[in-house]
């Protein structure tokens, strides 16, 4: 299977690897998929007080699509408000990294994660959650 | 090292040994001839060399040479072998056994043999990956025909106790057939003296050319027979028609010709740089597991479980240089992993990440230092990135952990 340029080089330099501090009030955790299926996603978000997402962090167990697809979804939510976040589509990760069809599950993985950080980040602060995971 | 090519999936296939090339290449243009011909020179040059090949491969496995049928390969071979048995002896019975740990060849030809009224038992295996033979002869019922059990897996390398499980069938008086692609040609394999009936094996797994194999039928004591599955001039004895691939069948013989004459070299070559490979993870990296029986088990492969690492990914972090393969589904179209992992208890986790080393006549020490020096850096680098590894190191139970199944 060829990967195409651009899914290679988040592999192989991941952008925004790390931990954030998840008992921090403007930090959201989410963590999704199992180690069973092969895939977990740990995306953070730390959201400045005029809501707009100052960092995001990453970490991931899986294959190359997988580790790809949340490294470009942290680069893509530095600067966005949270409702510009919740609009980031899986569809545009299969198109900005080229994912084959079999990889599909990747992209829908990294949005799940993005959608579960800004979930527990509105619950923590008790804001109305306005994150809707995909049904799959 | 940035261009450096090293292929340590020599189960999946192997080159093919540059003196078995030497060998083939005058029968594609100088001799042409096709071995069914019996009128003239052509036709006898080629009957020739097939013959001569087929005593080489016999000669490898101790067996008389017309006791090899040639096959496009073993997925043909154990076709014939499993078929042409359930049609032959229908009047005897319709149940077959064997193991879930088969080769999909075998697997998939059982069950095509469900569909066709047959009854099949799958065994399970023990951790170690192999049959046991209590398990095995209770398995048997007055309806058992067959016995199918493979010689070496192509996953783990596992070695079947095959000698018992021919006392065992003899016993009973079943028929004992074995998927033996992996065995032959790199450890001693001899089916009279196992007590196996019927033996798939193939050209490319033991540095000869793909597209040529063969089943090996006993023919006496007791004489076996199989009903032909590809109908046509009635080559091979009537077991298998088809114009003999001459030149791929040249090269079978010289490869088995090659494997017999330098088999000690050969194992003990892989043997020590396998031991050496397996030792640097086990003493350099954390959390790694050996799948498999290790004392059973192939002198050419070790099939190791890097913890808390996805083995495609793993293996993206160096496939530009190294070649092997993985238990991870993601492999894969099919998002399950590997079937024969799962059958020696693995959990899914650690059946994600497995990795199958398979070394060759061909590999150096040199590709081995690299291989451990790369791997382990890929494993070190793909920890860094693994949220549970993270977890695993701050002592966080996972499986106390409610994960979204997806």
């Known amino acids: ?136 | 090292m940035s261009n450096k090519l090293i292929y340590l999936d020599n189960n999946a296939t192997t080159p093919v040994d540059p003196r078995v090339v030497d060998a083939m290449l005058p029968f594609f243009y100088q001799k042409p001839g096709n071995a069914a011909s019996r009128n003239h020179p052509f036709g006898w040059a080629a009957e020739e060399a097939v013959d001569y090949a087929r005593e080489q491969i016999a000669g490898l496995i101790n067996v008389d040479p017309r006791e090899i049928i040639f096959t496009s390969g073993a997925t043909e071979a154990d076709n014939l072998g499993l078929k042409g048995v359930f049609e032959m002896y229908a009047r005897k019975g319709n149940h077959i056994i064997t193991a879930k740990t088969e080769h999909k060849a075998v697997l998939d030809a059982c069950k095509k043999i469900e569909k066709l009224g047959g009854q099949v038992t799958y065994l399970d295996v023990e951790a170690d990956g192999r049959v046991s033979l209590e398990k095995l002869e209770a398995a048997i019922t007055d309806k058992t025909i067959l016995v199918s059990i493979m010689w070496a897996n192509n996953e783990t390398g596992v070695i079947q106790p095959m000698k018992e499980i021919g006392d065992l069938c003899a016993k009973h008086g079943i028929l004992f057939m074995s998927d033996a692609t992996q065995a032959v040609g790199k450890i001693p394999v001899d089916p009279k003296a196992t007590g196996v009936h019927l033996m798939a094996f193939t050209a490319h797994k033991m540095y000869g050319p793909k597209g040529v194999g063969c089943l090996f039928v006993n023919r006496k004591n007791p004489r076996v027979k199989v009903t032909a599955q590809m109908d046509g001039g009635g080559h091979e004895r009537g077991m298998r028609s088809g114009t003999l691939n001459v030149p791929g069948i040249v090269g079978f013989g010289k490869a088995a010709e090659l494997a017999k004459a330098e088999m000690e070299k050969d194992t003990a070559h892989v043997r020590q740089l396998r031991d050496k490979l397996e030792k640097a993870f086990v003493d350099n990296v954390e959390e790694v597991y050996i799948n498999g029986s290790i004392e059973h088990r192939m002198p050419n492969v070790t099939n190791i479980s890097f913890k808390h690492v996805e083995g495609e990914g793993l293996m993206m972090t160096f496939n530009q240089n190294i070649a092997v393969s993985s238990g991870s589904a993601c492999t894969s179209a099919s998002l399950e992993p590997s079937y024969v992992l799962i059958a020696l208890g693995l959990g899914d986790d650690l059946a994600h990440s497995s990795i199958r080393f398979s070394l060759g006549r061909f590999t150096t020490e040199e590709e081995v230092d690299f291989a451990i020096d790369a791997v382990t850096k890929g494993v070190n680098h793909m920890r860094d990135l693994s949220p549970i590894w993270e977890m695993y190191k701050e002592g966080v139970d996972l499986e106390s952990i409610e994960w979204s199944a997806h």
């Open chain 1, 1 to 136: 299977m060829a990967y195409s340029d651009k899914l290679l080089d988040h592999f192989k330099n991941p952008r925004n690897v790390g931990t954030l501090n998840k008992s921090e009030k403007s930090v959201g955790t989410g963590l999704v998929g199992a180690p069973e299926c092969g895939d977990v996603m740990r995306l953070q978000i730390q959201v400045a007080e005029d809501g707009t997402i100052q960092d995001a962090k990453f970490k991931t167990f899986g294959c190359g699509s997988a580790i790809a697809s949340s490294s470009l979804a942290t680069e893509w939510l530095k600067g966005k408000s949270i409702d510009e976040a919740l609009s980031i589509d899986n569809m545009d990760i299969v198109e900005e990294l080229a994912l084959p069809p079999v990889k599909i599950h990747c992209s829908v993985l990294a949005e799940d994660a993005i959608k579960s950080a800004i979930k527990d980040y509105q619950e923590k602060n008790g804001l109305e959650v306005t994150a809707q995971l995909k049904e799959h």
